[in-house]
């Protein structure tokens, strides 16, 4: 059988994939699996508790429930949904955005998969432009979207430490360079997979250079304000017409509805609703459905900033002290908590590497991500790459709990003695 170029590389192996894969072979083993990899958020009884009445009020509406799913809506997402996004946006953050500058998609991922073969890859005149991550480690899902290869480029960040066990990157302004073959930069904020939040006054110097070299800036905010709002450091999300804003439903709680929100000038909208006519015909309606009264109420302001943040920020606290006191005694760091709800742990001189310590890890029945997928567009050898690990802190506290000790075993080990 033969296939074509994108058929192969979109089938291929591919990092997410693979731990895709593990992760469904996992679940469908029958083994007591500590699920601390992958990106579910976490099943929050208060939160649950008001989709469930958002989806009664739903079925009770005349025959909304039925119009909801029996019908196709139109390529940029339900009307409905997209007012209500643009009214609240404009209301918290004083945006002069429309609901033309709003367009759904079925999850932040196709978002992404638009976005970046829109403004990279291969152009009429035959000439190359790329994504620039300006610091990874980034989103491991960036990595294999592109259309055509080698379409990232990325820069080591700056280290700073905050003290002898927590420390932070930083963009490292003095080595960026935008060159004529960058289309456009791309950041996540708060920063899959280290929890980093950009500074306001790193975004307003990465929205100028953007401004400058005349191509967009696209801002992940799959955990940020106004909703999930899993924010610890107090940042102001802003907007411009070079800005592209990219939010979701997921990490809200609402994963399986895969329902991407994307804020965008006009033109840009124009282009992602073309694009879902072609990939989908339509995005899908359900999370929508379920969202839009909690939207226009302010509900979901209110659930994400007093149930959703406080519930991730001490998950974070007490994950992190369990680390302090199981790591003692090995040279480890973890980056600051600073949002979403993963932990990002460093281990200098590492004698393995990561992609070695996640398979002693599944043996021992704990799923992390290692470290080496999140570094997409980095040419240079690095061994930092290999020293990390992605540890998502958002399930039962007994299984965090029991999974961040058998990790400490595994890491003691793999120094003492790495055979």
């Known amino acids: 059988m033969k296939i074509s170029r994108f058929g192969r590389k979109i089938t291929g192996i591919s990092g997410i994939g693979q731990l895709m894969d593990d992760l469904g072979i996992a679940l469908a083993g029958g083994r007591d699996i500590m699920m601390l990899g992958g990106g579910n958020p976490a099943q929050i009884p208060e939160v649950q508790k008001s989709f469930r009445a958002s989806m009664e009020n739903l079925l009770r509406d005349g025959d909304k429930f039925e119009r909801t799913i029996s019908s196709y809506?139109?390529?940029?997402?339900?009307?409905?949904?997209?007012?209500?996004?643009?009214?609240?946006?404009?209301?918290?953050?004083?945006?002069?955005?429309?609901?033309?500058?709003?367009?759904?998609?079925?999850?932040?991922?196709?978002?992404?998969?638009?976005?970046?073969?829109?403004?990279?890859?291969?152009f009429e005149d035959g000439t190359r432009r790329k994504i620039l991550f300006p610091l990874v480690p980034e989103y491991i899902g960036y990595c294999d979207v592109g259309i055509a290869e080698d379409l990232f480029v990325s820069y080591r960040p700056q280290i700073e430490h905050i003290d002898a066990r927590v420390f932070k990157y930083k963009i490292d302004f003095e080595k960026i360079e935008i060159a004529d073959d960058i289309g456009a930069i791309c950041v996540s904020r708060p920063t899959n997979p280290s929890s980093n939040v950009l500074t306001d006054a790193e975004i307003e110097k990465l929205s100028e250079l953007a401004g400058a070299n005349e191509i967009p800036l696209i801002v992940d905010n799959a955990y940020g304000a106004p909703f999930p709002n899993i924010l610890f450091e107090d940042v102001k999300p802003d907007w411009n017409e070079n800005t592209i804003f990219c939010m979701s439903l997921s990490k809200l709680g609402l994963p399986a509805a895969r329902t991407g929100i994307v804020i965008a000038r006009k033109e840009v909208i124009e282009m992602v609703s073309k694009a879902n006519a072609i990939l989908s015909l339509a995005p899908g309606g359900m999370g929508p459905a379920i969202a839009t009264d909690m939207v226009r109420s302010g509900q979901i302001i209110t659930l994400s900033r007093d149930v959703i943040k406080p519930f991730y920020q001490d998950k974070a606290q007490a994950v992190l002290k369990q680390v302090f006191q199981e790591f003692g005694g090995i040279d480890f760091h973890v980056h600051k908590p600073e949002g979403a709800f993963f932990l990002w742990l460093w281990f200098p001189d590492l004698p393995i590497t990561c992609a070695e310590l996640y398979q002693r890890l599944k043996n021992r029945g704990v799923m992390i991500i290692p470290g080496h997928y999140f570094f997409p567009g980095l040419k240079e050898q690095w061994r930092h790459k290999n020293e990390c690990i992605r540890v998502n802190y958002s399930q039962d506290p007994a299984i965090v709990s029991a999974g961040v000790k058998i990790i400490a075993e595994e890491v003691k080990k793999a120094y003492h003695d790495p055979t």
Do not use: M, Y
Request: proline share 6%; hydrophobic share 45%; net charge negative.
């Open 73 to 122: 809506g139109p390529p940029g997402g339900d009307h409905e949904f997209i007012e209500a996004v643009c009214a609240l946006l404009r209301g918290q953050f004083g945006w002069d955005i429309q609901p033309k500058n709003i367009a759904l998609t079925d999850g932040s991922q196709t978002a992404f998969f638009i976005l970046f073969n829109i403004f990279a890859g291969v």
